[in-house]
């Protein structure tokens, strides 16, 4: 009996490529959404975020428009090494040297529809660009409870909460000034339609150390939805990095960049609707990952989103199993747009 392959250790997700017909109006949509440009080099722009990595998104200028994969940064340079000799379609390991934070790069086939996958290691991280205020919120407090009776008390509480709230509206009014640009801060996940489910799970849960979060059956009880996050042990991750559904034709379906807060977010939001771009869906709050969420479809038609205040979880969280239905895909925000999923 042949032993099954040892998994692959992925660290975190990295960046994702797209090729453009038109370069310079993808560059337009990329400057509103928040993306900062970290270099050029002949046909490709790569744009990085305020946090560590050394770019988040590549666009290359091309004959159509396309999806050229998502990079995971792998645990080791062993892990790469063995991804090259064991992936299907894999290539021998090559430099990015061209890339910003340089490091070398493994591309393969992504399960049964052959989608482009790319490993990296060895990548030079920068410094985080930007601070923002990390602000309180002022939720229901007992300062103004029935049961305290102590006057003093009740003063105190209500002078810590007076000074909380004044010192969270001057943080507003002075960082974030008008609206514009929601700052990316990471790449957080991407998703695809494939058109064979279970090949697909087994392939990446089995090649990679990818555990399902989320696990979404039809009317049957088959499994056609995972959200799927990286077993990290006991370090928190986030609820998902990479998800995908079965459909009838393979495509990307969105790539998701964080930002810092709702604040940035919203006005993030009326920054785009303003410069004219399509809305796709949002604001909302979805119910697996409980991120709030806003998409925006890019000039070629392709899904960006901003998401913030995400699940975490480490590897003692069991999978969560749910039946597909609208309803479970937002708490709050407008009614899913019809084609969302297909």
């Not at 400057?31 to 946090?51: C, L, Q």
């Not at 988040?56 to 991804?83: I, Q």
Request: net charge negative; with cysteine.
């Amino acid at each position: 009996m042949t032993a099954p392959p040892r998994k692959i250790n992925l660290v975190r997700i990295a960046h994702i490529n797209y090729t453009y017909q038109n370069l310079e109006r993808a560059e337009a949509f990329f400057r509103d959404f928040g993306f900062v440009e970290a270099s050029r080099e002949g046909t490709r722009v790569y744009y990085r975020g305020y946090g560590p990595e050394p770019f988040v998104l590549c666009a290359e200028a091309g004959a159509k428009d396309g999806f050229g994969g998502a990079a995971f940064v792998v645990e080791s340079e062993e892990d790469l090494e063995y991804a090259s000799k064991t992936l299907p379609g894999a290539s021998e390991p090559y430099e990015l040297s061209k890339a910003p934070g340089g490091g070398r790069c493994v591309t393969f086939e992504g399960g049964v529809d052959k989608f482009p996958f790319h490993l990296v290691s060895g990548q030079e991280i920068r410094e985080k660009a930007t601070v923002f205020p990390e602000r309180d919120f002022n939720f229901m407090s007992d300062y103004n409870d029935s049961r305290l009776r102590s006057t003093e008390r009740r003063a105190h509480f209500s002078g810590l909460i007076k000074v909380s709230r004044d010192l969270n509206v001057f943080l507003v009014k002075s960082t974030y000034k008008s609206i514009g640009p929601a700052p990316v801060h990471k790449l957080g996940h991407f998703g695809a339609c494939v058109t064979d489910f279970q090949q697909t799970y087994d392939f990446f849960t089995t090649r990679f150390n990818f555990i399902p979060s989320d696990l979404v059956h039809d009317e049957t009880g088959r499994n056609v939805t995972v959200f799927l996050r990286l077993d990290r042990g006991e370090e928190l991750v986030d609820h998902h990095s990479f998800f995908f559904f079965e459909g009838p034709k393979f495509h990307v379906h969105h790539a998701s960049f964080e930002t810092h807060d709702s604040d940035l977010q919203f006005l993030g939001h009326d920054w785009l609707r303003e410069r004219g771009y399509e809305n796709c869906w949002g604001v909302g709050r979805h119910v697996m990952g409980s991120q709030i969420f806003d998409y925006w479809f890019d000039p070629s038609k392709f899904i960006f989103e901003h998401y913030v205040d995400g699940d975490q979880m480490n590897s003692s969280h069991p999978p969560n199993h749910s039946k597909a239905s609208p309803d479970s895909l937002h708490i709050w925000g407008p009614d899913l747009p019809e084609g969302f999923l297909l």
